[in-house]
């Protein structure tokens, strides 16, 4: 069984994705420790405590915060690199048995199903995340239902996790 999409891209649909990826991958944990340091930071400040001790915390938030955008500006930055050297702003996907291959004007790749890891399902875009934090962004209005099914069936199939 073989379904064959051709996807059209824009910016939107780019930038949704790497908001999207960025978020998801924060964990609650993160959130916590940058929670709290930010609580820590604020006390030490109100008591008036060592100008070094409040420096350190300062300096922990601040690269925490710029980690979150570099990790968002990373992964859009990449994108949007491979859509404006893009002639025509579509990719050609082939979703098979074996696995998936994505044919772009820039390019060929073929892939087996073990190497998606997650698929992440939004409102807008499906996030299929590989190896490493790449990912492939599918505009959700642009695949049918038996794609949709098929892609769910064979990344459960090989070991992903759907949410």
Same mark, same amino acid.
Do not use: C
């Given at each position: 069984?073989?379904?064959?999409?051709?996807?059209?891209?824009?910016?939107?649909?780019?930038?949704?994705?790497?908001?999207?990826?960025?978020?998801? /991958?924060? &964990? #609650?944990?993160?959130?916590?420790?940058? %929670?709290?340091?930010?609580?820590? =930071?604020?006390y030490l400040v109100i008591r008036g405590d060592l100008p070094n001790v409040?420096?350190?915390?300062?300096?922990?938030?601040?690269?925490?915060?710029?980690?979150?955008?570099?990790?968002?500006?990373?992964?859009?930055?990449?994108?949007?690199?491979?859509? /404006?050297? &893009? #002639?025509?702003?579509?990719?050609?996907? %082939?979703?098979?048995?074996?696995? =998936?291959?994505?044919?772009?004007?820039?390019?060929?790749?073929?892939?087996?199903?073990?190497?998606?890891?997650?698929?992440?399902?939004?409102?807008r875009a499906w996030l299929l995340v590989g190896p490493g934090g790449g990912?492939?962004?599918?505009?959700?209005?642009?695949?049918?239902?038996?794609?949709?099914?098929?892609?769910?069936?064979?990344?459960?199939?090989?070991?992903?996790?759907?949410?």
């Open positions: 069984m073989e379904f064959r999409i051709r996807l059209t891209y824009d910016r939107d649909t780019l930038t949704y994705a790497a908001l999207q990826m960025a978020r998801r /991958s924060v &964990s #609650p944990i993160n959130i916590g420790v940058y %929670v709290l340091f930010v609580v820590v =930071l604020v409040v420096a350190s915390v300062f300096t922990s938030v601040v690269f925490l915060t710029a980690s979150g955008i570099s990790f968002f500006v990373g992964r859009y930055r990449s994108a949007v690199r491979a859509f /404006s050297r &893009s #002639p025509d702003k579509t990719s050609e996907f %082939v979703f098979s048995e074996n696995g =998936l291959s994505q044919r772009t004007a820039l390019g060929y790749h073929e892939y087996p199903w073990n190497v998606i890891r997650t698929v992440w399902r939004t409102r990912y492939w962004a599918l505009p959700i209005a642009q695949l049918d239902e038996g794609t949709r099914n098929f892609i769910l069936e064979q990344v459960s199939k090989h070991g992903g996790r759907v949410t």
